[in-house]
C-alpha cells in the first residue's frame, strides 16, 4: 500500500488548505484512513481519522468546528481529504496520512502546514 500526501503550504492566520492523501496498491474501502501532524519539537498526534464503509469520523478536540475530513472511494480516485479552516499557529506541523486495516498499517511522506501570523 502506497500512501501520496500533497496540499501543504505557507498560510496566513485563519486561512484554510486542503490536504489530499492518494492510497493505491490495495483494496482502498478496507482501509481506516487517518490523519497525523508533527509539530517541531513534539511528539506526532492524531488529527482526523474516517473508518472504512460507513465514513465515521474522528477529531481530536483541538481541531474540531475547524477541520473536515472525507473519502472518496471511486474506483479511479481513491483519495482521502482533510479540510483546514480557520489554521492557526498551532496548526503549524508535518501532516502525515496512514491507513490501517487491522494488524497492517501504512504512512505517507507527509506534506508540510506552515501557518504564519
Known amino acids: 500500500v502506497q500512501l501520496q500526501a500533497s496540499g501543504g503550504g505557507l498560510v496566513q492566520t485563519g486561512g484554510s488548505l486542503r490536504l489530499s492523501c492518494v492510497v493505491s496498491?490495495?483494496?482502498?474501502?478496507?482501509?481506516?484512513i487517518g490523519w497525523f501532524r508533527q509539530a517541531p519539537g513534539k511528539e506526532r498526534e492524531g488529527v482526523s481519522c474516517?473508518?472504512?464503509?460507513?465514513?465515521?469520523?474522528?477529531?481530536v478536540d483541538s481541531v474540531k468546528g475547524r477541520f473536515t475530513i472525507s473519502r472518496d472511494n471511486a474506483k479511479n480516485k481513491s483519495t482521502v481529504y482533510l479540510q483546514l479552516n480557520s489554521l492557526q499557529s498551532e496548526d503549524t506541523a508535518v501532516y502525515y496520512c496512514?491507513?490501517?486495516?487491522?494488524?497492517?498499517?501504512?504512512w505517507g511522506q507527509g506534506t508540510l502546514v506552515t501557518v504564519s501570523s
Open positions: 496512514n491507513a490501517a486495516l487491522i494488524s497492517e498499517t501504512y
Open positions: 496498491g490495495s483494496t482502498f474501502d478496507d482501509y481506516g
Open positions: 474516517i473508518s472504512p464503509g460507513d465514513g465515521i469520523t474522528y477529531y
